[in-house]
């Protein structure tokens, strides 16, 4: 469960700006493992509305899709209702630290943009990623994949234009997240391999929604980024203040060219590919 998102108030929005980002990326992967991708019994661990289940349930044998938000797995559920789908699926209302999955039953596992939210940060060792991993490790076969797709710390500080308007939020939101060198030692602690890094650089999370200049002032956008959710209500009126000015003084544009220039480099999301020794 987030510590600082309310997936139940979020679940109505969140499909809105939000697609199964990268899904291609996911889909090459599953298809390069060992066991074809027809057999796969694949682990969506947060799977939230169900976008990468979704889009991925007619490639595998099974999906176990797992969230801790009813409300999140309402909307999965909603979106896979052909019989075909259905038996394709199973949903479980459980932490991704406790999975109700037998030990060695899975072929491969996702996890988009979940692990930020795991109660870490860069102070308690992310004991709690660690868990994650290592029950990740103890539902996957022996050489089973795990996908991960994660922001960055570099990432959350410079691929998002509209960071650049709430630093303090920001500087917040990289002690949630994980550097690519933890993660890739965590990983190797808890019985991976050292993992694969793909970027991305022209994926961004809430698709066409994101160049959207006045997206904004709108609270259906700002519900697709959970940062929003660290913003105060003061700090909000603030920004959206001077994105009026800006508007208003005909430099919007300019400013969001401007500020969006370095995730042309440093994109906004990393996979990370690694397998179950
Ligand atoms: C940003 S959403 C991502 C949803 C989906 N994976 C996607 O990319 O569209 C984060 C999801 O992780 C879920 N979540 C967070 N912590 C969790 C935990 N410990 N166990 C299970 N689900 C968790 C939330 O309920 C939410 O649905």
Known sequence: MSNYENYQRVSRFYDHTRSAGGVEIIRKQLEDAE???????????????????????????????????????????????????????????SSIDSLPLDDNSADSVIINQVLHHLPDDTSNGWSNHANVFREFCRILKSGGILIIN???????????????????????????????????????????????????EDLVLQGDAYFNADGIFDPDWRNGDSIWSIVSEDILAMVLNKVRDLRQTGKLEAYIKQQDQKRKTTGQVTFSIARKI
Not at 46 to 66: H, N, P, Q
Not at 162 to 191: R, T, W
């Open 35 to 93: 066991v074809p991708v027809n057999q796969q019994i694949l682990v969506d661990a947060g799977c939230g509305t169900g976008l990468y289940s979704a889009a991925l349930v007619k490639d595998v044998r099974r999906i176990e899709a797992v969230d801790m938000s009813r409300e999140m797995l309402a909307l999965a559920r909603q979106k896979m209702k052909t019989e075909d789908e259905i038996n394709r699926i199973n949903f479980h209302h």
């Open 150 to 200: 994660s922001c960055s710390p570099e990432q959350i500080e410079s691929g998002f234009w509209f960071y650049h308007l709430i630093p303090d939020a920001v500087q917040e939101m990289k002690q949630k997240v994980i550097s690519l060198s933890n993660l890739n030692n965590l990983l190797e602690d808890c019985g991976f391999t050292f993992p694969r890094q793909i970027v991305p």
